[in-house]
């Protein structure tokens, strides 16, 4: 159902963009979330935007530095500026209702991830 692509290395201070590709029906009142996991800690939210794009969604760690937006078909994209170390992490997409757009449980499907990591 859904697929991440775009990870990589970077450097502190440089960008990633990464993309998350949704096959299957329509789910034109669902959000499309993206959430991190660095090891040993818990999984978290990052952006959600929802399936037309209206409306957006940042964690206060990531605002002004990272933007979600999706294209005209079935892909949602997360553009990373700035990338600190902090920002190393697993980076998920995830779908689901989203009633509370940083809660992991409202979200449905989830992709395998792809891994973010920012060298110093």
């Known amino acids: 159902q859904l697929e991440e692509s775009g990870g990589g290395l970077v450097q502190v201070g440089g960008s990633l963009t990464l993309s998350c590709a949704a096959s299957g029906r329509t789910f034109s009142s669902y959000l499309i979330g993206w959430f991190r996991q660095a090891p040993g800690q818990e999984r978290e939210f990052v952006a959600a935007i929802s399936w037309y794009g209206g409306i957006t969604y940042y964690a206060d760690s990531v605002k002004g530095r990272f933007t979600v937006f999706r294209d005209n078909a079935k892909n949602t994209f997360l553009q990373m500026n700035d990338l600190k170390p902090e920002d190393t992490a697993v980076y998920y997409c995830?779908?689901?209702?989203?009633?509370?757009?940083?809660?992991?449980?409202?979200?449905?499907?989830w992709g395998q991830g792809t891994q973010v990591t920012v060298s110093s």
């Open positions: 995830a779908l689901g209702p989203g009633i509370v757009e940083h809660r992991t449980a409202d979200y449905d499907y």
